[in-house]
């Protein structure tokens, strides 16, 4: 699979979980960043990623995902990077300019999803 330029930031806390989204998405090529919590995926954006989606679980310790939302809006830099909410939780609600999606989600899923942020 030819490399993309296309950066995807899985922040997931379950090791399991988010090895195999990203052992998916590089496999299509697409470049992966990760982090484990809400903290963690804003050192990494901090670092300079600018990714053109971040997938984000809800419960994480730390800071959840909620609160990286908050702090994502928040910020002129990074309020445009676009969010997708994978939770296992039946009644996860994101704001309006944010998707959820329920977990668990299938590869084909999965790769038709960020294949719609991709160039």
Do not use: F, H, Q
Request: overall charge negative; glycine content about 6%; some cysteine.
């Amino acid at each position: 699979m030819p490399e993309r330029n296309d950066t995807v930031l899985i922040v997931e806390d379950d090791e399991a979980v988010r090895d195999a989204m990203r052992e998916i998405l590089e496999e299509e090529g697409y470049a992966i960043s990760c982090a484990i919590n809400g903290e963690e995926a804003l050192r990494v954006l901090a670092e300079g990623a600018r990714p053109k989606l971040i997938l984000l679980d809800l419960m994480m310790p730390v800071m959840n995902g909620w609160e990286l939302l908050r702090a994502l809006r928040a910020s002129a830099t990074l309020a445009g990077i676009p969010v997708v909410v994978l939770s296992s939780l039946s009644n996860a609600e994101a704001p309006g300019d944010v998707r959820a999606v329920k977990k668990p989600i299938s590869v084909d899923a999965l790769l038709r999803l960020v294949e719609e942020y991709a160039d």
